[in-house]
């Protein structure tokens, strides 16, 4: 049976091309039309319908391709038969279906992609050398090679050059293939979970601390014991437990992330010699080493442990930008296969052309210019940010002075976070919330500062911004 098609009319809503695909697949859904039907020749159905022939063309493709109809030469377009579920009386009264289990990690979901002000996290982007990464870009764009698949570990120069990087600005004991080129240190954070503990098993790590790694942690469906990190120090190391289940320790020894504790020699000792009377991974999370305004950092926990019994992660978003999403771990060679294998289960090879890139960026000394120039602009910054604050409010505790892109502004008493919020959103302020960072323990209440990603005037302004919705919101404490 040939279907006659003179008496359709279009909705008007969309385009000719949406009206007239909506238009046949209702003909179809309800069962107004048959199965085993053939359409009229796309020349009728253009003349029927006031249309061009391309356009009926386009949605009578689409509906083949969605199996709707079988193209068949020498007869034109067949109705294929489909199951009876599938035909309605009315598409819009369709029996809603029950839905399908998910699993829930309680995992928060991300609002906004945007950079605000004065947001934790983000470097000095307007300060990046962009002009001299495009040239290098542009230099690797049309080789073949890096179009194709990678080695499992990475870009073979890229993990040279930073094997050299690490081995002599934190002492790193390592080579390039003990590296693993990561999308990002998020990832490596996770691939090092999977590595250390099997779901159900217990894991240690600090509070305050990375709400992101608490997320991947969650995700391995780990247990997580935390460890009180607020100390100027860091992570307390005489309140390591003296018995423990857990098979990894997470930390942050370089710069204590909120707080800003930087871990000395002998804590780090500690901690070393802990790890290994109770045979426990050590996971140390370097990401902001190489701003450090007071002292060239201690070594890294790995290098003081020979390599061993110590996975080290890092990443590229601070010292050169977030959207690169370049990230490393580094692991002994009897596991980096292991890791190796998560990643390509996880994510398949990392982009091959922006790993080339930064080997160029790093080997011809563009990344070490770039570091020293930009450790003077954060130190200047972090100082002025200090100054402001101190001045303006001084009943709070002001904390991370001495390293990173971060200051931490603690309130004196707990405040209405969700009008403070509502206010810096307002201003276009996306400072973060000390307690979102906060896992366990006594409450904290205040603010996770940026200094990095805004010229002097915005900084500024949004600076003061700041200081006058705190100086507002400390005037009308909450009650606990």
Request: proline share 6%.
């Amino acid at each position: 049976m040939r279907l006659v098609t003179d008496n359709l009319q279009l909705s008007g809503q969309g385009s000719l091309q949406q009206q007239l695909y909506s238009l046949l697949r209702q003909q179809m859904l309800t069962g107004i039309w048959p199965s085993g039907a053939l359409l009229p020749s796309s020349r009728t159905l253009a003349a029927d319908l006031a249309l061009s022939r391309n356009t009926v063309n386009q949605v009578l493709q689409q509906l083949v391709a969605e199996g709707y109809l079988d193209g068949q030469p020498g007869r034109g377009y067949q109705i294929v038969a489909l199951p009876e579920h599938y035909f309605v009386s009315e598409p819009a009264k369709r029996q809603p279906q029950p839905p399908l289990a998910i699993q829930q990690y309680a995992l928060p979901q991300k609002s906004g992609a945007s950079n605000g002000l004065l947001q934790p996290g983000v470097s000095a982007l307007p300060l990046f050398p962009f002009a001299v990464w495009q040239r290098l870009l542009q230099r690797h764009s049309q080789r073949t090679a890096l179009s194709g698949f990678a080695d499992p570990l990475g870009y073979l120069p890229l993990r040279q050059a930073l094997a050299l990087y690490l081995r002599q600005s934190r002492q790193v004991v390592c080579d390039e293939h003990c590296i693993l080129i990561t999308a990002g240190a998020q990832q490596a954070l996770f691939v090092a979970a999977k590595l250390v503990a099997a779901a159900g098993q217990q894991v240690l790590m600090e509070t305050p601390g990375y709400p992101r790694l608490k997320q991947a942690l969650q995700l391995c469906e780990l247990q997580v014991q935390f460890l009180d990190a607020s100390t100027p120090l860091g992570l307390d190391t005489e309140q390591l437990p003296t018995a423990t289940a857990a098979k990894a320790l997470f930390l942050t020894p370089g710069h204590q992330y909120p707080l800003g504790g930087i871990m000395p020699l002998a804590q780090r000792i500690s901690a070393l010699e802990w790890a290994r009377k109770h045979g426990v991974w050590l996971v140390e999370d370097d990401y902001d080493s190489e701003f450090q305004y007071q002292h060239r950092p201690i070594a890294s926990l790995q290098g003081l442990a020979g390599g061993d019994g110590v996975l080290f992660v890092g990443s590229f978003s601070k010292t050169l930008f977030p959207g690169l999403r370049l990230g490393y771990l580094v692991a002994p060679r009897h596991v980096i296969a292991a890791a190796a294998a998560i990643v390509q289960a996880l994510h398949g090879d990392v982009p091959l052309l922006s790993q080339a890139t930064l080997a160029d960026f790093i080997n011809e000394g563009h990344f070490g210019r770039h570091l020293l120039k930009m450790r003077r602009f954060y130190q200047q910054r972090k100082h002025l940010a200090a100054k402001l604050l101190q001045q303006h409010l001084p009943q709070c505790q002001l904390k991370a002075q001495h390293a990173g892109l971060h200051l931490v502004l603690e309130f004196p008493y707990s405040l209405d976070e969700t009008k403070l919020v509502e206010q810096l959103t307002t201003a276009g302020i996306k400072a973060q919330l000390l307690s979102r960072y906060v896992f366990a323990g006594a409450p904290r209440t205040g603010l996770v500062i940026g200094i990095a990603n805004q010229n002097d005037r915005e900084f500024i302004e949004a600076l003061n911004q700041l200081i006058s919705i705190c100086a507002a919101a400390l005037k009308t404490p909450t009650l606990d």
